[in-house]
C-alpha cells in the first residue's frame, strides 16, 4: 500500500491511527513531534503525511509549511481538535498547505477514506 508518516504528540491518538492504518496494509512510521516528523519527512520520504497541529516543539503548520517549503509535494493530512476562538488552526493549514483537514475526534474508517483520497488524488 503506502508510507504514511503519523506526527502526534498524544501517544494513544497516534498508535490508534497507527494500528488503524497498519492493519489497512500501510507501512507506517510516527513522531511525537513536528521537528521529528520533518526529519523523518527528509529521510523517508513518505507517501502521506498525517500531522496533528498542535504540539510541543515543533507545531504542526510550522511543519507543513516547511514541508512545502522544502518543496515535498506528498499529501498532507491536518489533524486537530484545538481551536483558540479566533483562529480555526484546520483552516489554517489548509490555507498554508495541507491537502485534507480532519477534526479530532474522528473514527477509524473516516481517516482511512481521508487517506485513500489523498494518495488517489496525489501527484505522479
Do not use: W, Y
Amino acid at each position: 500500500m503506502a508510507r504514511i508518516l503519523l506526527i502526534d504528540d498524544e501517544a494513544l491518538v497516534r498508535e490508534t491511527m497507527r494500528m488503524t492504518l497498519s492493519e489497512a496494509g500501510h507501512a507506517v512510521e510516527v513522531a511525537a513531534d513536528g521537528a521529528e516528523g520533518l526529519r523523518m519527512v527528509h529521510a523517508l520520504r513518505p507517501d502521506l503525511v498525517v500531522t496533528d497541529i498542535v504540539m510541543p516543539a515543533q507545531e504542526g503548520i510550522e511543519t507543513i509549511m516547511a514541508i512545502r517549503k522544502a518543496e515535498f509535494r506528498m499529501p498532507i493530512i491536518a489533524i486537530s481538535g484545538g481551536n483558540t476562538g479566533k483562529v480555526d488552526f484546520l483552516q489554517a493549514a489548509a490555507a498554508l498547505g495541507a491537502t485534507r483537514v480532519l477534526r479530532k475526534p474522528f473514527g477509524g474508517a473516516v481517516l482511512l477514506a481521508m487517506v485513500a483520497e489523498c494518495l488517489a488524488e496525489r501527484p505522479a
